[in-house]
């Protein structure tokens, strides 16, 4: 079980390896619900199942896209556990046949990977282990303020900090 500390920890940008990452001209946008969103991650779930096996340990739906009749960035962000994330060639082959590429690592983030589909609607799925108390995405530099504010008071009002 993880401390406080390792809990609450912020994370620098240079511990970030970015395996695939580039420039893409994405600009985030919120769009209105898609009754499509629910039924392509269902396709991928399908997908990912296949190529992981018994690899995958667990496989959601998460994000904003995930909760029908919400306004949400049109990305479908998928969360995978897997045994051992720091195995990669257990499991980054299957996820790059499936058209997604290796984008980033944060070995100091629970071991976090992920991985971009770039076509629209645009899929994020990021890869943990096992024992990670939960899955996430890693703050956007517009976000990152605003989120630590929250999570202070949070911690704060659990008695984490």
Not at 39 to 50: K, V
Not at 73 to 80: G, L, M
Not at 102 to 121: A, D, G, Q, V, Y
Request: hydrophobic share 40%; aromatic share 8%; proline share 10%.
């Amino acid at each position: 079980m993880p401390t406080p500390e390792e809990i609450t920890r912020h994370h620098a940008p240079s511990e970030v390896v970015h395996v695939g990452a580039h420039p893409t001209g994405y600009v985030v946008r919120i769009e209105e619900p898609d009754p499509s969103w629910p039924q392509r991650y269902s396709e991928l779930e399908d997908r990912i199942t296949a190529v992981l096996g018994e690899r995958l340990l667990a496989i959601q739906h998460i994000g904003s896209t995930s909760v029908p009749g919400l306004p949400a960035k049109p990305i479908i962000d998928i969360d995978v556990a897997v045994d051992d994330p720091t195995d990669e060639t257990a499991y980054v082959p299957a996820l790059e046949s499936l058209g997604l590429v290796h984008w980033l690592t944060e070995p100091h983030w629970h071991e976090h990977r992920m991985f971009k589909m770039l076509s629209e609607p645009r899929v994020h799925v990021h890869v943990f282990g096992p024992d990670c108390l939960g899955f996430g995405m890693r703050y956007n530099t517009v976000k990152e303020p605003v989120v630590r504010e929250i999570y202070d008071r949070m911690f704060r009002a659990a008695g984490l900090l």
